[in-house]
């Protein structure tokens, strides 16, 4: 039996005899343990579980794998002496030969976003003040991750304190795109993002404020998806809170099944649309794309400046889904979009009060990025009237956007406003000949989604001539998360972007 015949037949090998087991085995062993990396993570995990594979094999080839090219791309950070991680990986074989299985991610390696506290490993949030601090407990979301049996090797890199989409900090350095080392992997979720499309990792965690799931999503064409505000607890969901911590994987199906190990379930303080959503999103059906209305945002008829050969790049990808029978409108919303923009600014430099207390420190000041000082500066003038026009400006949005939902099943939009560029570039200047006047002015097109909370996915469209990557955001009504998966599995069925590798560079 060939190793492709198996893994596209995969569910079905539950039901597999231990006579059929067996001889599977037998036939598939010799070939598996040199190409472990390139099952994805539910391959992966029904392969340790069935025992194929063992959890020593498995640690085995993915350190070779990362020591192999992670000096280049630089997407795991922290990472943990090899002999205690195989340690760990002897430990769950021994577990499983005694029955103990904790969960579908069984002695899989796993690299939590450096935003995040990991008992005994290092938490930097890349920034000079913490390089030192080793996290005395598991966040929330490690802990469910650790609960479900993962191995934890490290970190993934991020921007100091998540702040911008290109992922460099003073303490890792930057992250290259799995698909070209040279150019920025986006960010936060950088590291994140390079670490799947390097295959250094098998599924890996994020967040998102400001895209932070979408873009390196899109510059490493992996799924990035962007739960419904509130689905992932840790805020006020009637409020919608600005960020959200969400699922990456190699596919869908991997993203889907990290996300319902990470999501809380709702409590009583939760919106009855987030429970429905956490109803549904355990098994989201493909949607059949035939009948689908969908509009198709652009760039806003012209507002957003946008790097020649974008949108004729999504556009190109969005033909796959009229062939499949969907009808797609291009439109642009009845909105102000400088409004939103101005509304985007108040919420962000709003949510920097809290770090005020790091920049009135004189010796901690200078070791905040400038991009950061400018923002908690930023907070010192707001005003009342600022807060409650904004607060205004997004209850109209959610208003249009509702209008919207009313005729179309989905929005559209780019997921970048340039293609990945050079790493050592801290953000783009300019964008198509237009002067960005902020440090994150360039990811504008991301707030229509973030600003109010709504379920996102990054779906891969393709590659420019010089190979670059790019995606397409899909946002869906608030609490439609199940939706929206639904789409990309149906978006996934019908393009074969994903199953493009890129050509990994050991060093330079």
């Avoid at 094999?57 to 990472?79: D, F, G, S």
Wanted: hydrophobic share 40%; charged share 20%.
């Amino acid at each position: 039996m060939k190793r492709r015949q198996f893994l596209a037949g995969s569910a079905s090998l539950l039901a597999l005899t231990a006579q059929s087991n067996q001889l599977f085995a037998q036939s598939f062993a010799a070939s598996l343990p040199s190409q472990i990396t390139d099952l994805d993570a539910t391959e992966l995990s029904l392969a340790i579980r069935m025992k194929l594979l063992s959890c020593e094999e498995v640690m085995a080839a993915y350190l070779k794998h990362i020591h192999r090219y992670n000096p280049t791309y630089n997407a795991i950070v922290a990472l943990q002496e090899d002999n205690l991680l195989l340690e760990a990986a002897r430990i769950a074989d021994q577990e499983l030969a005694q029955g103990i299985y904790h969960g579908w991610m069984h002695g899989m390696p796993h690299a939590i976003k450096d935003l995040e506290a990991v008992k005994g490993l290092p938490v930097s949030y890349g920034s000079p003040l913490f390089e030192d601090y080793i996290a005395e407990t598991d966040d929330p979301l490690p802990a469910s991750i650790r609960r479900a049996g993962a191995i934890f090797i490290g970190k993934t890199n991020t921007p100091e304190f998540g702040l911008g989409s290109q992922s460099y900090n003073p303490v890792y350095g930057a992250t290259g795109s799995a698909w070209n080392p040279e150019l920025t992997a986006g960010g936060s979720s950088g590291g994140a993002a390079s670490g799947l499309g390097t295959h250094m990792l098998p599924v890996a965690d994020g967040s998102d404020m400001m895209g932070s799931l979408r873009n390196p999503g899109a510059f490493n064409n992996v799924i990035g998806f962007r739960p419904s505000a509130g689905l992932m607890g840790g805020g006020n969901a009637f409020t919608r809170d600005l960020a959200t911590t969400g699922p990456m994987g190699r596919n869908t199906r991997d993203a889907v099944r990290l996300l319902n190990t990470i999501m809380p379930k709702p409590g009583l303080d939760a919106p009855q649309a987030l429970w429905s959503a956490a109803e549904n999103v355990a098994a989201p059906a493909s949607l059949k794309l035939k009948g689908l209305k969908l509009a198709w945002l652009s760039d806003f008829d012209g507002y957003l400046a946008m790097e020649s050969g974008v949108l004729p790049l999504c556009e190109s990808a969005l033909s796959n889904v009229t062939d499949a029978g969907a009808a797609i409108e291009k439109i642009t919303p009845q909105f102000d979009m400088a409004d939103l923009w101005d509304c985007w600014l108040t919420l962000r430099n709003l949510s920097r009060v809290g770090m005020r207390e790091w920049y009135e420190d004189p010796q901690k000041r200078p070791r905040l990025k400038p991009e950061l000082q400018w923002e908690i500066e930023q907070s010192y003038a707001l005003t009342a009237e600022d807060i409650s026009r904004a607060k205004a400006t997004r209850s109209r949005w959610y208003t249009e956007l509702q209008r919207l939902f009313d005729t179309y099943d989905f929005l559209l939009l780019p997921s970048a406003q340039v293609f990945p560029f050079d790493k050592n570039v801290h953000w783009p200047g300019t964008v198509g000949g237009r002067k960005m006047d902020t440090y994150h002015r360039w990811m504008e097109v991301v707030i229509p989604g973030s600003i109010p909370g709504l379920p996102v996915a990054n779906l891969p469209a393709g590659f420019d001539s010089q190979r670059r990557p790019m995606g397409i955001q899909v946002m869906g009504p608030y609490g439609d998360d199940a939706k929206v998966l639904g789409f990309a599995a149906a978006y996934e069925g019908i393009t074969d972007f994903l199953a493009q590798r890129p050509v990994l560079v050991e060093r330079y």
